[in-house]
T-cell receptor, first 112, second 111 residues
């Protein structure tokens, strides 16, 4: 079993839809969770980071962590064509963030 | 952007030649990392540095070496490039307790 599982997609939605992106993990030591957005031929860009369980909201984006289920989610409200990208989840067991374990990414396509 | 410059941005070279990729940061962050990204594998850590002259191996370090003689520069060297090292290489930086920020990558093709 891989440490972090993420559906590769592509996930295709119409503009304005609510998008749910998810990762599951097996290592119960993970405490720090991140979501990165990666446009084609660019580096990953940090979107959200959270500690332990709970929700965090930033504009149209909400990150949710359920440690009991080893499941994290990123919700995008009112999705826009500019949200079309690959979304990577990442997680770490230590506060220094020195070693991250990444999911393989989910490609999202938002059509006008 | 997080003040990270990777050079070169693209490189094509031949099997057996040495290759050095450079990562330069202007943020004065302590930690620097080299990753490779391949279809089907995602991002994998090659080496990282936790200070000047302090480095450690990551998940896929075989065939790679690194050096960090200044806070701002982290070099990745392929001593004798092989076709399996064709990839997109990303540098990342972080400060203790903060998440990593990435550069825009170097596309390396080894023929």
């Amino acid at each position: 079993q891989k440490e972090v599982e993420q559906d590769p997609g592509p996930l295709s939605v119409p503009e304005g839809a609510i998008v749910s992106l998810n990762c599951t993990y097996s290592n119960s030591a993970f405490q720090y969770f991140m979501w990165y957005r990666q446009y084609s031929r660019k580096g990953p860009e940090l979107l959200m980071y959270t500690y332990s369980s709970g929700n965090k909201e930033d504009g149209r984006f909400t990150a949710q962590v359920d440690k009991s289920s080893k499941y994290i989610s990123l919700f995008i409200r009112d999705s826009q064509p500019s949200d079309s990208a690959t979304y990577l989840c990442a997680m770490s067991a230590n506060s220094g963030y020195s070693t991250l374990t990444f999911g393989k990414g989910t490609m999202l396509l938002v059509s006008p | 952007d997080a003040g990270i410059t990777q050079s070169p941005r693209h490189k094509v070279t031949e099997t057996g030649t040495p290759v050095t990729l450079r990562c330069h940061q202007t943020e004065n962050h302590r930690y620097m990392y080299w990753y490779r990204q391949d279809p089907g594998h995602g991002l994998r850590l090659i080496h990282y540095s936790y200070g000047v002259k302090d480095t450690d191996k990551g998940e896929v370090s075989d065939g790679y070496s690194v050096s960090r003689s200044k806070t701002e520069d982290f070099l990745l060297t392929l001593e004798s490039a092989t076709s399996s090292q064709t990839s997109v290489y990303f540098c990342a930086i972080s400060e203790y307790g903060q998440p990593q920020h990435f550069g825009d990558g170097t596309r390396l093709s080894i023929l």
